[in-house]
């Protein structure tokens, strides 16, 4: 048994890992990697505090002790600006970068396997071994664990913590002995470290001590039996007392048992944002996280990590289903769950229900209540996560709700123990059981070997597949950054002799590193490098699907009647814009009553409406090529950009008119996507 279940949990970890071997360093990486290895080799904690230390430093540690070069601590070190500073660790340092991602995303699978680990035993335990193989199997083929246990991020690290430490919290609350106390703080400490949104772990603690009480019996610690109820208090108040000093450990700890975020032995500077600001959501969080630092109760590099989060949950930009939202929606998460969720574990998690539901109804009264206790955790679980990202305003990517997919991988154990008990029964019985449950499984698997290696952006039939997924979600939920290798590999097959390659990338990557040589269209993040100045000409046109989707941009939404005007007005001026960058020294009669500076502020504004106006045309159009499902490529004639950007708005109403009209609405052609 212990022998599948790592046969399970490895292969799990080398499929994600091995999937991602050709894909280029999505935005969140560049940021989790340099801030690690400021973390382990500078003992410095003001870079990117805000996801979590320990997978940061986990996934930094082989770049540590490899002793990575890192950038001289200049200007971007005294900001603190952790994407100038790891383009530069990355790409301009003499590192090899792909040696240093490859390992850190292999430090991450680790707790992908653990998760697998997990999710076979508590299955056992509910379901028996053929639950466990169930669940098993589930968890480690689904697209969604494979996604984000092949990136080097703080997600998969905080669904097994959150899991593992739930799990060990119900048995230290039925368990006297001090191992089970001592494992249950052990992990606590690791989730508070994890991420910052472990604070749950506080009403799900408090949920599991209620159905504890209400489960009676004498709650016991060491050789201490509780049962009054003030003598049950007093246990359970010990209890949380060694979880909190568990955790407070744990953070100092990996903070270097210092309090100020900075290390006074090397070159000062600020937070990227300051105090004040990261604090303006007022409220009783921010006063507690004030109270904190008044009295350096905690780490500073904490503390503002966790005020930044804080911060930035109040608005966000987002996207979904074509719809554009700061404050984001309730349906967000439902739908997301529907769109990347496989069908095989969907209809899984439907025959469980009745299969569940089924065993409730016939079981005796002791045994319902007896199953409903043990599954608590995993129930609690749920729930409690599943309400917190129903009101979240950040809406930015699928991967928010993972750590409630352990739990259905568990639940759709019943499906083993049903295939389990027909074959105890006549033969008739048991061949449809086992068949049913065999195929579904097999549907599972053949779901993960299609999508491989793009496991990121997996959407399943209901969405119109992985090809239509741009079209409901973007970010982390389908474009990471992570397909330039494949699109250097497209242009190496299909790009013609002399054709003018225009890129608007999202991501971590540098496109230079692939030899992609492109007119840069704007680009997230920027890297702190200067706006060129260009003009959009015929040929090739690659864009990240959530930069055609405008989500961060200003002109988010739809094309309006007055970014129409403004657009126009600037228009005008393009003939002075091609003057200026041509001769930006030799034309005085421009710069006499308008500065240099006014000039550049007003070619921002008009090349950014001029992309968004584009956009507008490309999201109506069907793309020529799709690279990983993430990269869009057009290849647009010189009628398609006079239509798009050179005419009054009825020509680009026009175009788009047409471009719905050729697009085969149903998705039953998708583009070509790039091989692995």
Request: charge should be positive.
């Amino acid at each position: 048994m212990l022998g599948l279940a790592l046969l399970l949990a490895l292969g799990h970890a080398w499929l994600a890992t091995w999937s991602m071997r050709e894909k280029s360093t999505t935005a969140d990486e560049l940021a989790h990697v340099t801030g690690g290895y400021t973390f382990n080799h500078w003992h410095d904690y003001r870079l990117h505090p805000e996801n979590g230390i320990l997978p940061q430093r986990w996934e930094a540690l082989p770049a540590t002790l490899a002793g990575a070069r890192y950038p001289a601590q200049d200007d971007d070190w005294s900001r603190s600006d952790v994407w100038r500073l790891g383009h530069r660790f990355f790409y301009e340092s003499g590192n090899d970068h792909e040696r240093m991602l490859f390992a850190a995303r292999a430090m991450n699978a680790l707790f992908g396997a653990a998760t697998t680990l997990l999710v076979f035993f508590w299955s056992r335990r509910h379901w028996g071994l053929a639950g466990a193989v169930v669940s098993g199997l589930l968890c480690a083929l689904c697209p969604t664990m494979l996604a984000h246990s092949g990136l080097a991020t703080s997600d998969m690290a905080m669904t097994f913590f959150l899991l593992a430490a739930l799990a060990a919290y119900w048995r230290h609350l039925h368990d006297p002995g001090w191992r089970a106390l001592a494992l249950s703080a052990a992990l606590f400490g690791g989730a508070a470290v994890a991420k910052h949104t472990s604070v749950l772990l506080l009403p799900m603690a408090g949920l599991l001590i209620l159905a504890r009480l209400l489960e009676g019996g004498p709650l016991r610690l060491g050789s201490w039996t509780a049962s009054s109820w003030p003598a049950r208090l007093a246990v359970l108040g010990c209890s949380l007392a060694a979880h909190g000093a568990a955790v407070a450990l744990a953070i100092w700890a990996f903070f270097g048992f210092r309090y100020a975020a900075f290390n006074p032995e090397l070159p000062g500077g600020v937070f990227v944002y300051p105090w004040e600001l990261m604090l303006s959501f007022g409220g009783l969080k921010a006063r507690v996280i004030e109270f904190c630092r008044s009295w350096q109760l905690l780490p500073e590099g904490y503390l503002y990590g966790l005020a930044f989060v804080l911060k930035h949950a109040e608005a966000r930009g987002a996207f979904l289903d074509g719809e554009y939202s700061i404050y984001g929606w309730v349906s967000f998460f439902p739908k997301a769950f529907l769109y990347k969720t496989p069908l095989s574990l969907l209809a899984a998690v439907a025959a469980s229900a009745g299969i569940v539901a089924l065993r409730l109804r016939t079981s005796a009264r002791p045994d319902r209540h007896a199953g409903l206790l043990r599954a608590a955790p995993l129930l609690v679980l749920f729930a409690v996560y599943w309400a917190f990202s129903l009101a979240s305003h950040l809406n930015i990517g699928h991967r928010h709700i993972l750590p409630t997919y352990p739990v259905l991988y568990v639940f759709c154990g019943a499906l083993g123990w049903w295939a389990a008990q027909a074959c105890t029964g006549p033969r008739s019985r048991a061949v449809p059981g086992v068949v049913s449950v065999v195929a579904l499984l097999g549907l599972h698997a053949l779901t993960a070997a299609r999508i491989y290696p793009h496991y990121l952006a997996y959407f399943n039939p209901l969405a119109g597949g992985p090809a239509q997924g741009y079209r409901h979600l973007v970010d982390s939920s389908l474009d990471w950054g992570q397909d330039l290798p494949g699109l250097q590999r497209w242009l190496a097959a299909h790009r013609q002799p002399g054709e003018r390659l225009h890129l608007s990338y999202f991501g971590g990557s540098e496109p230079d590193f692939y030899g992609i040589e492109a007119v840069r269209l704007p680009m997230l993040p920027t890297f702190g490098r200067a706006r060129p100045w260009y003009w959009c000409e015929p040929g090739l046109y690659a864009i990240s699907a959530t930069m055609l989707q405008h989500v961060y941009a200003a002109q988010r939404g739809p094309w309006t009647a007055e970014n129409e005007r403004t657009y126009q007005e600037l228009r005008r001026n393009d003939a002075h814009f091609r003057a200026l960058r041509a001769d930006p020294d030799g034309r005085p009669e421009l710069i006499a009553e308008i500065s240099p500076p006014q000039w550049q502020a007003a070619w921002n504004l008009y090349e950014s409406l001029r992309f968004s106006r584009l956009c507008h045309y490309l999201r109506a159009r069907q793309p020529d090529a799709m690279i990983g499902y993430s990269i869009l490529v057009f290849r647009l004639t010189r009628e398609e950009i006079d239509d798009a950007l050179h005419g009054p708005v009825s020509r680009l109403e026009a175009a788009i008119t047409r471009a719905l009209a050729a697009r085969d609405p149903a998705g039953s052609r998708p583009p070509a996507v790039t091989p692995p």
